[in-house]
């Protein structure tokens, strides 16, 4: 092994996991690690075992481990376990880790065999283990070809990447020796996020299982799918062991024969087996942090200087002096009103680029959601045209009338405009709750003074209220207003095909071109199995057309889609998945791309969903089932413009 300096690496990694874990924060730093993936009894857990040299890990049919386990192994004199989630409390007793494991696990996914990305941290002290952070995974589960897999191997396989997809993990895959290599799960998996296999590592489980006559030299000599870290063959206990209570130990010795005597392993028997594999991991794992240090160590300080200048701005502070306290007091006040104008009104230094602000929401409230609300309100066809017939012929009565009266025509109108309020109103709610959505973001930064904090959330609220009540009273009054006289001889409202083709050139002008509209992650969901299933993309939506890209790099782009004769369209929610989805396809029974009718996209919430739907509306795609509701919008937007035009 290498100096003593390279042996304190993983100690110290695992020191700033616990630094981070007692602050409370998510380590969001990246640090180095060990994921263990494979398929479901693949031999994880008993290569996990074989480290150890002790059964702790829960065993069973199905899918046993459900959230990942953080593992820490600590070469130390005497022998115990520890959990972060119960600190202090020290496991000599091996059984009772196992018992702790599964009842921690039912506690975050309940007992009902669900799976959750929260990891379980276990520490283990011993004197037969090597320092090594590995992270134990659920088994990716087969999939027959052509199936749709249930939801939860889609979860399954997303936590997964959520680990193997950092640079800075290595992955271990595990692989039985007693099926065929190029269709390993892990192998498979690995390659998706390692494509030259610098950081996977393979190991081949169960060559005592392989048939008579048959081995994996060529696999183990790291010539048939060759990986830069070469590949680790190991015999674990079998079933029939772990139910004669075979000890580790013997099982180890066992092993040691097993490469000894074996013909085609006997060659390279001192770089296979548990001990060297562990011995392996511990090496790789400690250059693999050596070479990763400095990135890590700028990434730190970056992280430093930001915390030094924030405690800059409180060395100012001395509560004790009152003159200062009166400063102090006025200083907060006048940021929070400075950070309240900022956030509404936009500015131009310190932009955040996380998240959207509350000025921004409520621009996308005025433009999207509202537009989207007045479009979603459900019309009833037929309805329509029924009220409408009947409208006309009791204004006819006894004549039979040759034109259609105005009367008529108003009577529906009104009765449609009237509908309107409910999503004016919705907007004017949507509004204020932003409004105090940014007040409580605002504050935040007084948390140190609770009363202050309470005091000025209460003031603002309230104030923010009143006017609530005033803005409500003021669009009501507006939709009075156009109820009171329908100026139907106005230019805009000369027929529906007219109104329609103006608000197309409308959009289209608003966002001339290549504007974006709109960006972010969505799920293609249609996508079959066979072509490597759903998968998320990054969708840019333009006036004219809708993109999607491999990643928001926008390098590598998939796909683009001009809007022309697109729809959208609503689609169930599948009891089977957790996704919101809604389908574009094209009106004229065309494929909509590639070979697919309709291209579905799938959110994870029904927020998300409803928000999209409002960005495409936005772009000149409109919901399939909207016809008269869009002739609706149409109306009062041009009853609106009028009302703007006769104020001037
Ligand atoms: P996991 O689902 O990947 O964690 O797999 P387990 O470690 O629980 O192993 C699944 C089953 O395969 C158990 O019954 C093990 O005893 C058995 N097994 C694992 N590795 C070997 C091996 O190298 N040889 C033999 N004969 N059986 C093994
Ligand atoms: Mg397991």
Known sequence: MGNRGMEELIPLVNRLQDAFSTIGQSCNLDLPQIAVVGGQSAGKSSVLE????????P???????????????INSNTEYAEF??????????????????????????????????????????????????????????????????????YQIRDMIMQFICRENCLILAVTPANTDLANSDALKLAKDVDPQGLRTIGVITKLDLMDEGTDARDVLENKLLPLRRGYIGVVNRSQKDIEGKKDIKAALAAERKFFLSHPAYRHMADSMGTPY????????????????????????????LALDKEAEEYRHFRPDDPSRKTKALLQMVQQFSVDFEKRIEGSGDQVDTVELSGGAKINRIFHERFPFEL???????????????????????????????????????????????????????????????????????????????????????????????????????????????????????I??????????????KSSAGNQVIRKGWLTINNISIMKGGAKEYWFVLTAESLSWFKDDEEKEKKYMLPLDNLKVRDVEKSFMSSKHIFAIFNTEQRNVYKDYRFLELACNTQDEVDSWKASLLRAGVYPEKASVSVLLYMLFLNSYRLFVSCYR
Not at 51 to 57: C, P
Not at 125 to 135: D, G, K
Not at 278 to 293: E, Y
């Open 50 to 57: 074989n480290f150890v040299g002790r059964d702790f890990l």
């Open 84 to 153: 972060l989630h119960c600190k202090g409390k020290k496991f000599t007793d091996f059984d009772e880790v196992r018992q702790e494991i599964e009842a921690e696990t039912d506690r975050v996914t309940g007992a009902n065999k669900g799976i959750s990305p929260v990891p379980i941290n276990l520490r283990v002290y011993s004197p037969n283990v090597l320092n090594l952070t590995l992270i134990d995974l659920p088994g990716i589960t087969k999939v027959p070809v052509g199936d749709q897999p249930p939801d939860i191997e």
């Open 59 to 73: 065993r069973g049919s199905g899918i046993v481990t459900r959230r990942p386990l953080v593992l820490q192994l």
């Open 277 to 304: 594999l562990q011995k392996a991991l511990n090496q790789q794992l400690t250059n693999h942090i050596r070479d990763t240090l400095p990135a890590f160590r700028s990434k730190l300080q970056t992280q430093l």
């Open 495 to 508: 027929g529906f095909a007219n109104a329609q083709q103006r608000s197309n050139q409308m959009s289209k």
């Open 375 to 493: 479009v979603k309100m459900e019309f009833d066809e037929k309805e329509l045209r029924r009220e409408i017939s009947y409208a006309i012929k009791n204004i006819h009565g006894i004549r039979t009338g040759l034109f259609t009266p105005d009367m008529a025509f108003e009577a529906i109108v009104k009765k449609q405009v009237v509908k309107l309020k409910g999503p004016c109103v919705k907007c004017v709610d949507m509004v204020i709750q932003e409004l105090i959505n940014t007040v409580r973001q605002c504050t935040a930064k007084l948390g140190t003074f609770p009363r202050l904090r309470e005091e000025t959330e209460r003031i603002v609220t309230t104030h923010i209220r009143d006017r609530e009540s005033r803005a409500k009273d003021q669009v009501l009054l507006l939709i009075e207003v156009q109820l009171a006289y329908i100026n139907t001889n106005h230019e805009d409202f």
